[in-house]
RNA sequence: GCGAGCGUAGCACAAUGGAUAGUGUAGUGGCCUCCGAAGCCAUUGAUCCGGGUUCGACUCCCGGCGCUCGCACCA
């Protein structure tokens, strides 16, 4: 039998086979496999416990009656019975062998991966940034987090439809055009024509406000702009040129190409449907003037309203999200949608998807599974939304820019001998990934604090800790001659000691936090991993010593090794990371 | 007011109802003649309060307290 890329689903099966052996699967047991911790074992079966319970059965009793059955499981794990009926699991060094030597690449974890989402298609939400703004760095967590769950989405085998829903239509515009009529700069719009942009809508907003009769022309431009008019049209559109191009400049930075950009001018054609359709399956009503969705078993949205379409007859974002939906379902015949949306629009989302379910359901359509993937806010030291000394918000390209620096000035400070090209190249891998790493570690649904010093400094769970055991992982085979793309690893036999075997243990665990990260949407969840995988990786290191004369030994370290390095840097890219250094 | 989320060592975080609540940082004490000390080893220190469910609760339920966010036409 050859080892499969995720030991606990095997482990799910086969006493799944055996529960059914007994009688027992016919009774509700479920096996309950889960990872363990090292002192007890690689996996622990925790099922026993609970169904001994309800049965009023032995819980030792039946844990042994289970674990006799076990016996072809014997020739790769150690099983024991522990405590008042956990069934442990220890793989044996020669199975941890056999299953590094077959996961020896980062296409062949894919390959082990992508049979969990296989056939499904998923679309991603994500970033959607309004044009006419710079992005700042409350869209940084959208975009990071957006853009690690498609690629775990699509290393576990679902098709993804990245999608940016950028904000490209509103009553903004109209404000924007007036300033854009009276107040352009060509000289600022030739040179940083977003900046322009964004002056050019501050000016209007406050210009609007002062003065009545300026509103009154900003509402007419708006108007002129939804109905055709072809000067504010072509204003409207190279506004939202530059805005994308500025946009990709960042993207780039992160790693991030989309698919599609179905922007909410997208759907401007699309939202009569849905009063119409809404209205006649009874969901939506007039109320104070506006089309509304309640939902009257609900505890809150009996009363608070879904505005579906404004009084004045206008559509907003509700319309649009529910045709975007609909547009979802019938073009791209999605199986899922994931929304990476900050939790204070979880309201929005939740009448969202109520009102999609109803709908779908009346209609009878096939709903997907719907997901808002919330997460906090982004904090300074005095926890409180991280903003400039001034108040404003924060540029992503000057965040980014600044880590960059940061990075770079550390690189200078421990290896100043290296060349200033070389120190460059690592600055933007390592001031990036940090900056990604510091919110992709902790778990989305919470605030997190931005400390540069914390991210930067390059102890704990950071980026540069990660990258720092690639970097040495690739100094041991430079330093020894040898080609990480042919690791020199024939004849490597089983690992022995201590460190090798707790490195082996949790190079296994990769499945594991994959399938986690990947079912809860959390990819701190792989993060976690790898900073314990570079933990071990640093422990054994420190205790073993690789380039060694015995060619058995060296074989088997040199696996470790590189085993480690194809992990790191499968796991790395995942969450979106560069991690092309030699040395840093 | 109603609703949602969050309260874990000085600070920042982790824990898919399981075994002795993990880690980083800060503190203390060790380890470079040896493949990178941006490292390793050891050690001090915590579940907001009160009930309940469970064989077992940071986790689930109820009631407090505190912080954050949302609640009619911005997205």
């Keep these: 039998m050859s080892l499969p890329f995720n030991v606990a689903n095997h482990l799910d099966t086969v006493l799944r086979a055996v529960a059914t052996k007994l009688g ?9 496999v889960r990872v363990a911790d090292p002192a007890n074992g690689d996996y622990q079966a925790n099922g026993a416990l609970a169904f001994a319970k309800r049965e009023k059965l032995n819980p030792r009793a039946l844990g042994q009656q ?12 150690d099983i024991s019975l522990a405590g008042p009926g956990f069934i442990n699991f220890r793989l044996r060094p020669a199975t941890l062998l056999a299953w590094l ?19 499904q298609t998923w679309i991603v939400d994500y970033s959607a940034p309004n044009t006419a703004k710079q992005m700042h760095v409350g869209h940084l967590r959208s975009a990071v987090i957006g853009e690690a769950i498609c690629r775990l989405l699509a290393f576990s085998g679902a098709k993804v439809i990245r999608d940016n829903h ?15 009529k009276r107040h352009l700069d060509a000289t600022a719009l030739a040179g940083d024509p977003l900046e322009e942009f964004e002056r050019l809508y501050k000016l209007g907003t406050k210009a609007a406000e002062a003065d009545p009769a300026v509103l009154a022309e900003a509402q007419h431009e708006l108007v002129k702009l939804q109905t055709g008019d072809a000067e504010n049209l072509a204003i409207w559109k190279k506004i939202n040129d530059v805005s994308l191009a500025a ?12 698919d599609v950009s179905l922007g909410e001018s997208f759907y401007n054609d699309k939202v009569a449907r849905i009063y119409r359709e809404l ?19 609900h505890p809150r949205f009996k009363t608070q309203p879904f505005i579906i379409r404004k009084k004045d007859g206008a559509a907003n974002y509700a319309s649009s999200d529910l045709a975007t939906v609909l547009y979802r379902a019938e073009h791209f015949k999605v199986d899922g949608a994931a929304y990476v949306i900050d939790f204070r629009q979880s309201d929005h989302m939740d009448q969202l998807f109520l009102t999609t379910r109803k709908w779908f359901e009346k209609t009878g359509r096939k709903l997907p599974q719907l997901e808002h993937v919330d997460f906090g806010t982004v904090l300074g030291g005095d926890g409180k939304p991280l903003k400039t000394r001034n108040g404003e918000n924060i540029r992503l390209k000057d965040l980014l820019a600044e880590a960059r620096e940061r990075a770079f000035a550390l690189v200078s400070g421990k290896n100043p001998d290296f060349p200033e090209a ?3 190249a690592i600055a933007d891998v390592v001031g990036v990934a940090s900056v990604q790493y510091a919110d992709l570690s902790q778990n989305r649904s ?44 024939a004849g490597a036999t089983a690992p022995e000691s201590p460190q090798e075997l707790a490195l082996a243990r949790k190079l296994g665990k990769f499945s594991d936090a994959v399938q986690l990260a990947t079912g809860t949407l959390r990819p701190h969840f792989l993060g976690l991993h790898l900073y314990e995988l570079a933990g071990a990786f640093s422990t054994f290191y420190a205790a073993d010593k690789v380039i060694v004369d015995d060619p058995a030994v060296r074989a088997r370290r040199l696996l470790l090794c590189h085993r480690t390095l194809v992990e790191l840097e499968a796991g790395l890219h995942l969450l979106g990371l560069r991690t092309d250094l030699e040395r840093m």
């Design 24 to 32: 027992l699967a016919d009774r509700g047991f479920q096996p309950e």
């Design 247 to 258: 946009f990709q400049v960042i993207y780039g930075q992160l790693g991030i190409r989309f």
């Design 66 to 77: 289970i674990v006799d059955q076990l016996g072809g499981l014997q020739e790769h794990f």
């Design 422 to 424: 070389e120190r460059r």
């Design 166 to 180: 950028i904000g490209d239509w509103g009553t903004q515009f109209g404000k924007l055009i007036w300033a854009c």
């Design 279 to 297: 209205t006649e399956c009874g969901l939506a009503q007039e109320s104070q003037g506006a089309l509304v969705v309640f939902h009257p078993e």
């Design 446 to 489: 919470s605030d997190y604090v931005f400390a540069w010093d914390k991210m930067i400094s390059l102890e704990g769970n950071t980026a540069a800790y990660l990258l720092y055991a690639v970097a040495r992982i690739r100094s041991i085979f430079r330093k020894a001659g040898l080609d990480t793309g042919q690791p020199p690893v």
């Design 101 to 119: 030597q077959t996961y020896d690449s980062e296409e062949h974890l894919q390959a082990g991966a992508a049979s969990a989402r296989r056939g």
